[in-house]
């Protein structure tokens, strides 16, 4: 299985951006996909998750929710994070994650997923 996250860029606070992230290798359909990022000298933070087949299920954390909007398109085996209003503090690292077995409820535990990107960089300047 292979992720590849891209999309990243400098945008001024306030401003949009759409990272993708493109999976193969994999039965994509059935896999949760999710969002972390990473800033300078923090851990590694959820940012959003979405449910395979047959569940229903999308989690954002509190910080990014109603700016940031998770979403996939099964037939072209992406996944898309739409960031609006963006602040200083989103500045990260953005990492593509997924796996087919993630435990419900447990979407923003970086353990549940197997598989990750390479990390794409935003940078949001104020």
């Known amino acids: 299985v292979q992720l590849q996250a891209f999309g990243g860029g400098l945008v001024q606070a306030g401003g949009s951006l759409r990272l993708s992230c493109a999976a193969s290798?994999?039965?994509?359909?059935?896999?949760?996909m999710a969002w972390f990022r990473q800033g300078p000298g923090k851990e590694r933070e959820f940012v959003a998750a979405i449910s395979g087949l047959g569940r229903s299920a999308i989690r954002y954390s509190d910080s990014v929710k109603g700016r940031f909007t998770i979403s996939r398109d099964n037939s072209k085996n992406t996944v898309f994070l739409q960031m609006n209003s963006l602040k200083p503090e989103d500045a990260a690292v953005y990492y593509c994650a997924g796996d087919r077995n993630v435990i419900v409820g447990q979407f923003s535990t970086p353990d549940q997923y197997d598989y990750w990107g390479q990390g794409t960089q935003v940078t949001v300047s104020s």
């Open positions: 290798g994999c039965s994509f359909s059935r896999y949760t």
